[in-house]
């Protein structure tokens, strides 16, 4: 992905504002930017799925359920982003209606699956806390299994099937997916629940506890599934749907309601895209800093990769350690010794 240079020499001011709703610096600041986020965004949900995957102790629902939303981030960060950064520094570079087809549909379909899955995050974590019975009735890993498959079917379904037509927009300089109920059909059945759902269980949760006998209940419910961390693993799933209410969700439904040949509407879907893809990142910021186990498990990951450290010593130190070893040794032996000619004499 270089810039050519040359071509951005050839372009002007007057030229850049004729075809684009930004100026050409603000985009290469912008692809510039999301060159760190996909990187940071790659690493950091892949090894947000590495330490899920290694540590036994974290193969439990709410756990697949996050780890679901680390792999759809990581494959977001490592299949959109790329293409948004190579359109975003090369000024003159016209995609066909085919590659924004192959771009834009997972783009959608990956955006709204994660956060629906971080919607079902939140319902798990309300029943977990304040409602037993209906816990023990979703708990099992088949109902988790359909859930998952609920989302992706939901999504590609409201995508696929109201999507019509692709075209690459010069304004945004980015892929567009226009469909005649598209963007109704996204507010009332991903964005709305996305908003509603989470903030009505978690305000559920934090009411249910305050008083003492749904306190004692609530710790027995959690304490009985053995759920160590429940209090910030509540607090780190509650931070991710804040996240991707102000990164997707809000944006989303404040792009639905602009009309398509608004002359603000270029540069707002700049700003979409990049929260868009700022999404992922902020959420491994907030696994690593809210979850205890997830670092300990990729603090392990690194460990068990690096070489032991005798193999790390040098020769000298390997010596030293081996003659202080036979010293102790040695002097053990003829405390031994001394003692049993002493109780002979």
Same mark, same amino acid.
């Given at each position: 992905?270089?810039?050519?240079?040359?071509?951005?020499?050839?372009?002007?001011?007057?030229?850049?504002?004729?075809?684009?709703?930004? =100026?050409?610096?603000?985009?290469?600041?912008?692809?510039?930017?999301?060159?760190?986020?996909?990187?940071?965004?790659?690493?950091?949900?892949?090894?947000?799925?590495?330490?899920?995957?290694?540590?036994?102790?974290?193969?439990?629902?709410?756990?697949?359920?996050?780890?679901?939303?680390? #792999?759809?981030?990581?494959?977001?960060?490592?299949?959109?982003?790329?293409?948004?950064?190579?359109?975003?520094?090369?000024?003159?570079?016209?995609?066909?209606?085919? *590659? +924004?087809?192959?771009?834009?549909?997972?783009? $959608?379909?990956?955006?709204?699956?994660?956060?629906?899955?971080?919607? !079902? !995050?939140?319902?798990?974590?309300?029943?977990?806390?304040?409602?037993?019975?209906?816990?023990?009735?979703?708990?099992?890993?088949?109902?988790?299994?359909?859930?998952?498959? *609920?989302?992706?079917?939901?999504?590609?379904?409201?995508?696929?099937?109201?999507?019509?037509?692709?075209?690459?927009?010069?304004?945004?300089?980015?892929?567009?997916?226009?469909?005649? $109920?598209?963007?109704?059909?996204?507010?009332?059945?991903?964005?709305?629940?996305?908003?509603?759902? =989470?903030?009505?269980? $978690?305000?559920?949760?934090?009411? *249910?506890?305050?008083?003492?006998?749904?306190?004692?209940?609530?710790?027995?419910?959690?304490?009985?599934?053995?759920?160590?961390?429940?209090?910030?693993?509540?607090?780190?799933?509650?931070?991710?749907?804040?996240?991707?209410?102000?990164?997707?969700?809000?944006?989303?439904?404040?792009?639905?309601?602009? =009309?398509?040949?608004?002359?603000?509407?270029?540069?707002?879907?700049?700003? #979409?895209?990049?929260?868009?893809?700022?999404?992922?990142?902020?959420?491994?910021?907030?696994?690593?800093? +809210?979850?205890?186990?997830?670092?300990?498990?990729?603090?392990?990951?690194?460990?068990?990769?690096?070489?032991?450290?005798?193999?790390?010593?040098?020769?000298?130190?390997?010596?030293?350690?081996?003659?202080?070893?036979?010293?102790?040794?040695?002097?053990?032996?003829?405390?031994?010794?001394?003692?049993?000619?002493?109780?002979?004499?």
């Amino acid at each position: 992905m270089e810039l050519n240079v040359s071509i951005l020499d050839n372009l002007t001011y007057t030229e850049v504002n004729r075809t684009q709703g930004l =100026p050409l610096s603000m985009y290469m600041i912008i692809g510039y930017l999301l060159i760190i986020v996909v990187v940071f965004g790659l690493a950091g949900n892949i090894l947000i799925t590495m330490a899920i995957l290694f540590n036994k102790r974290l193969h439990v629902q709410v756990y697949a359920l996050l780890s679901q939303v680390a #792999i759809v981030n990581a494959v977001f960060s490592a299949f959109v982003v790329p293409t948004n950064i190579y359109i975003f520094l090369n000024p003159r570079f016209l995609p066909s209606n085919v *590659f +924004c087809g192959i771009l834009i549909y997972p783009t $959608y379909i990956l955006r709204c699956t994660s956060g629906l899955l971080v919607l !079902i !995050i939140s319902i798990y974590r309300c029943a977990l806390v304040c409602y037993n019975n209906v816990y023990r009735k979703i708990k099992s890993s088949k109902v988790v299994g359909g859930c998952c498959v *609920f989302v992706w079917a939901e999504t590609i379904v409201l995508v696929c099937g109201l999507g019509g037509r692709v075209y690459f927009s010069s304004d945004s300089r980015t892929c567009v997916l226009e469909g005649k $109920y598209l963007e109704q059909a996204l507010t009332i059945f991903v964005y709305v629940p996305m908003l509603i759902v =989470p903030i009505a269980a $978690y305000l559920n949760i934090v009411f *249910f506890v305050r008083k003492a006998k749904r306190r004692v209940q609530a710790h027995i419910s959690i304490s009985s599934r053995n759920d160590t961390e429940s209090n910030k693993l509540n607090i780190m799933t509650a931070l991710m749907c804040l996240n991707h209410m102000l990164t997707g969700v809000i944006p989303g439904i404040m792009l639905a309601s602009i =009309p398509p040949n608004h002359p603000l509407r270029g540069p707002f879907v700049v700003l #979409i895209i990049f929260l868009f893809r700022l999404t992922p990142v902020v959420d491994c910021i907030i696994y690593f800093f +809210c979850n205890k186990s997830i670092r300990s498990s990729t603090v392990n990951i690194f460990t068990s990769c690096m070489p032991s450290s005798g193999m790390n010593a040098s020769p000298d130190t390997q010596v030293q350690t081996i003659s202080s070893t036979g010293s102790r040794n040695l002097n053990g032996v003829s405390s031994d010794i001394r003692s049993r000619n002493q109780s002979s004499a």
